[in-house]
């Protein structure tokens, strides 16, 4: 039972606007730090850009007050801080490569973030109610698996790294998965919580292991052929794991039966072992894991190894910011952003940006137990979770805990595609925070979780 | 459904964890094997950042590191590259390879252990760090002498400061320029080195100290007459047999005297005598006479078989280890399967010129950090003592007489007393001999001990080669240090 409270609840805007000071403070910092170590003197535009990113923030933080007043507090300061950071990185890997800015690869990043904040804020504004979203399940199915199968396409589709993962519309190219990441939650969400009561109902029983009854694995063959045709076609490991991955996750939260989890982790084993017996690509991934080092995997590829040398040459604090030697990884600004923290940064500063990350899928997760809705509640914790899988699949790729594949670090590497997606994804979470943790206008019906408010900053 | 909420939000601390771990492993476990890795670029880059010591002869360094506008902020530069190639080596994307430059790599790169007090004060003064400078202990005109004597041909040529072991001249010949192979273009680098791999006699191979060895020929009678003199059965007066040849056991091949003349009319010559026109039959009959064990016991006194390092690593000369007496004959006059360096050969001239007693060969006289201090100084060692004081005298004694009378007057010098000895090894038949000389002087108080070989540099069966050839570049050498 929840008790009367005379006091207005807090909403946490004033901490988010702290945190967001302090985020951008740090950015600026960088920046600075940057300067004085490559040039010896503080860049020029520095009042600029600072003022400029500030406002963007500043001004996403007034949605926020405006469209969704309840909204986590952390989540903002969070991606600002990630979001800046990067922006440094790829402007310290612009500088090494002696790129100009005006070529530069950083100028095109800011661009994408100003646009990806317009448009995670338009979401806000236009989206009122994560729940509208469940109308489009079957809408948001049909586009998840079409972005997915997109790079698939003749004319369109093409190869970047052995991987065929974007898709090049004239001028422009993106990754389609990125933004079907979105819209498979939002369909895997709004299918589960209609089927979550016929597919947990239980069928035989096998070494203790309740399994479903054999007439619901339809869903998780087609979620695991999709995922294995990307393995195959698209040569991209990453993202066929991220999807299986987040359509395992999201069933077992809808359904609590672990015999999904086994089922799924069975099938995706199987799978990848007859992948890897079957094609060449896919051994050829595994030897460069296994045997980084080897003559044979140095002879295929060496940027995995360049990459480890880099994390290795920064050690326990890194060179420092504008004093390693980035530019001797290929792709030090998007695949390999984290190896380029890691040898400036140093062990410390990639633990920091480790713990940001769990600390931004923590809070997602949070959400997710805070809501009321069925819907609301898998999505939070889908998406949640798709942010967790991509960072484990990007970090471990580049530190040899998994096969390297090409996905980026979410709000850190270089790329539009990824940019949007991931801004767009924080806005719905944002919206379900929102309505996780305004107060009910009826206090009796409040729940027990609704109760627990999330603690930001403890307040005695 | 929060319940399955809470085990995924375990899942992903577990994921996180995982990463924790394996960049835990990179950036701290495994980094300095990482960093380690010969082809790790960015280790490479940082060595070449920071100013490499030099490598002085006098007070002139011959290798320098002069700051550049490229990545590599230094570039390492040799002077009077030819002459002293095999003394720097070279410092390429191959890493210090050869000479001073590997030997010394730690203390020139700054890397020692010996400089881990002055790294410290670095860190906190801010002083860019530095290498050592290796200050070698080599005479530039003793050098230029033995590297213009030998010329284009293909040679190698050892002085040696008898009294202490330090080496004044170290010189092989074909040489090659370092410069070519420090530069910092990768490629061009690459295709220099190749074609000095394939090059007509492989001048990237130091015959002074490390080549194929030759054989010394009749240079090694000195030995021989060492062991013979030690043995108690002979002096320098016993008489040998002088003939045009002598009949060995076992075998119906001779041991035919060069020319096929005879050494004496008489057709017996007294050890002295032998040594002096260098005569084949006299060494052959001493040499089975005192036995396999006494040669091989008195090559080993004057260093066969020893490895040295001076810093850079000599080849160890060898007399073999199983000899019938007609094997034991011929490698008596240094033929046969005996090996030796131009190294070896000029530490036993320095060992008789020194009473007897071989000094440890040194190439580095002193190593000073940058802050002046010395961190290294040459301290002149025993190796052994070949041969008692007595025999020592006798030697020389001989060995004037062949620069005075014998096969090696064309290494005399006016107003000082040479002593010396020729050579001329076959080395295959129907193939010109190498040319040998090995000398000192002055006699009475010996400041330079030489060793000289030129390849191909004499004709098959005949002695002149080494009196003819070789002699005159010694003579040079000796002059040059005598001059100052």
Redo the contacts between chains.
């Keep these: 039972m929840s008790t009367v409270s005379s006091v207005a609840p807090r909403s946490g805007r004033t901490t988010e606007l702290v945190l967001v000071l302090g985020a951008v403070g740090i950015v600026g910092l960088a920046y600075v730090n940057l300067g004085l170590a490559t040039t010896g003197t503080v860049p020029p535009g520095l009042a600029a850009l600072g003022l400029g990113y500030l406002g963007v923030s500043l001004a996403f933080h007034v949605v926020l007050r405006w469209r969704a007043k309840y909204a986590d507090p952390l989540l903002l300061p969070i991606v600002t801080l990630l979001n800046g950071l990067g922006l440094v990185m790829i402007h310290r890997v612009d500088i090494a490569r002696g790129r100009d800015i005006a070529d530069g690869v950083a100028l095109r990043q800011l661009m994408w973030s100003a646009l990806a904040v317009a448009i995670a804020a338009a979401v806000l504004v236009v989206l009122r109610d994560h729940r509208i979203l469940r109308r489009y399940t079957y809408v948001a199915g049909v586009a998840g698996f079409s972005l997915l199968l997109l790079p698939l396409l003749p004319v369109i589709g093409t190869s970047e790294f052995g991987s065929r993962i974007w898709i090049r519309l004239g001028p422009f190219s993106f990754q389609p998965g990125e933004i079907a990441k979105i819209s498979l939650a939002v369909f895997f969400a709004g299918y589960l919580v209609q089927t979550r009561d016929a597919l947990s109902v239980a069928g035989r029983k096998i070494l203790g292991l309740t399994l479903p009854r054999a007439r619901d694995l339809g869903p998780i063959l087609i979620a695991w052929l999709a995922s294995l045709s990307v393995l195959v076609f698209e040569r991209d490991l990453g993202s066929s794991l991220l999807f299986f991955g987040l359509f395992v ?1 999201m069933l ?3 359904t ?1 039966r672990v015999s999904w989890i086994a089922i799924g982790l069975g099938l995706f084993g199987a799978g990848a072992y007859v992948a890897y017996l079957a094609f060449a690509h896919v051994q050829v991934r595994v030897l460069l894991w296994l045997h980084t ?1 080897s003559p044979e995997a ?1 002879q295929t590829s060496d940027q995995l ?1 360049k990459g ?9 604090v890194g060179t420092g910011l504008g004093r ?2 980035p530019d ?1 990884t290929y792709l030090a600004e998007s695949d390999f952003i984290i190896s380029s923290f ?1 040898e400036e940064l ?2 410390v500063g ?2 920091a940006i ?1 713990v940001l ?2 600390l931004l ?2 809070r997602g ?1 949070r959400t ?2 805070g809501t009321r809705d ?1 819907f609301g ?2 999505l939070a ?1 889908g998406l ?2 798709s942010l ?2 991509q ?2 699949v990007v ?2 790729g580049v ?3 998994i096969p390297l594949t090409g996905l980026t670090a979410p709000f850190l590497s270089s790329g539009g595609s990824s940019l949007l997606a991931n801004w767009t994804l924080l806005a719905i979470l944002l919206r379900i925070s929102d309505h996780a943790r305004r107060p009910l206008p009826d206090e009796s019906a409040q729940s027990a ?1 609704g109760e627990a408010r999330t603690e930001v900053v403890k307040l005695s | 459904m929060n319940a399955p909420v809470r085990r995924l939000s375990f899942l992903v601390a577990g994921l996180f964890a995982a990463l924790l771990v394996s960049t835990t492993l990179i950036q701290y476990v495994f980094a300095a094997d990482l960093n380690g890795r010969p082809d790790n670029r960015r280790t490479l880059l940082a060595t070449y950042a920071r100013e490499r010591g030099e490598i002085l002869v006098g007070q002139t360094p011959i290798a320098k590191s002069v700051p550049t506008d490229d990545e590599f902020k230094f570039q390492r530069t040799y002077d009077d590259a030819d002459l002293f190639a095999h003394v720097t080596g070279f410092y390429s994307f191959y890493g210090a390879v050869g000479g001073l430059e590997q030997s010394e790599n730690e203390l020139l790169s700054g890397s020692s252990d010996k400089l881990f007090y002055r790294r410290i004060s670095d860190l906190f003064t801010g002083r860019r760090p530095q290498g050592a400078t290796v200050e070698t202990t080599l005479d530039a005109a003793v050098q230029k002498a033995a590297s213009d004597g030998i010329g284009d041909a293909r040679g190698a040529a050892v002085a040696l400061d008898p009294k202490t072991g330090a080496i004044l001249a170290l010189v092989s010949h074909p040489s090659f320029d370092p410069n070519t192979l420090a530069g910092h273009d990768l490629g061009k680098v690459d295709a220099n080195y190749q074609s000095l791999l394939k090059a007509d006699g492989r001048p990237l191979v130091d015959r002074a100290i490390a080549g194929d060895l030759y054989p010394p020929g009749s240079v090694f009678k000195v030995v021989t007459a060492a062991a013979a003199l030690t043995s108690g059965k002979y002096t320098a007066d016993s008489e040998l047999p002088g003939g045009a040849s002598l009949d060995l056991p076992l075998t119906d091949t001779d041991l035919p005297n060069h020319g096929n003349v005879p050494c004496s009319p008489s057709g017996r010559i007294t050890l002295k005598q032998a040594l002096v026109v260098s005569c084949n039959p006299a060494f052959g009959e001493a040499g089975m006479e005192i036995g396999a064990d006494a040669l091989r016991e008195q090559a080993a006194k004057f260093g066969f078989g020893d490895a040295l390092t001076v810093p850079m690593r000599v080849t160890p000369s060898s007399v073999p280890a199983e000899m019938n007496e007609p094997q034991l004959a011929q490698a008596s006059i240094g033929q046969y399967d005996v090996r030796v360096t131009p190294m070896q050969m000029a530490m036993v001239a320095a060992g008789i010129a020194n009473k007897g007693v071989v000094m440890k060969p040194y190439l580095v006289q002193s190593v000073i950090g940058s802050d002046l201090s010395v961190i290294e100084s040459a301290d002149p060692t025993e190796l052994s003592e070949a041969v008692t004081p007595e025999v020592a005298a006798t030697l020389t004694d001989m060995m004037i007489g062949v620069v005075q009378e014998g096969s090696g007057t064309r290494a005399q010098i006016q107003g000082v007393s040479v002593a010396g000895k020729t050579g001329t090894a076959e080395h295959g038949t129907g193939r010109r001999a190498h040319a040998w000389f090995i000398s000192f002087a002055p006699a009475d108080d010996p400041k330079i001990a030489v060793a000289v070989v030129v390849e191909d540099g004499g004709t098959a069966n005949s002695e002149t080669g080494g009196g003819a050839v070789a002699a005159p570049i010694a003579k040079a050498m000796m002059e040059a240090r005598l001059s100052e």
């Design positions: 996750a077992y939260v809808a609590e080092f140095l190894a480890l040398m880099g994390m290795a040459a920064g050690g326990m390693g030697r001797l890691g140093g062990l990639l633990f480790l990350y769990a899928v923590e997760l997710s137990l069925g509640k898998l914790a949640s979770f967790a899988l960072c484990f970090v471990g530190t040899r805990v979780v």
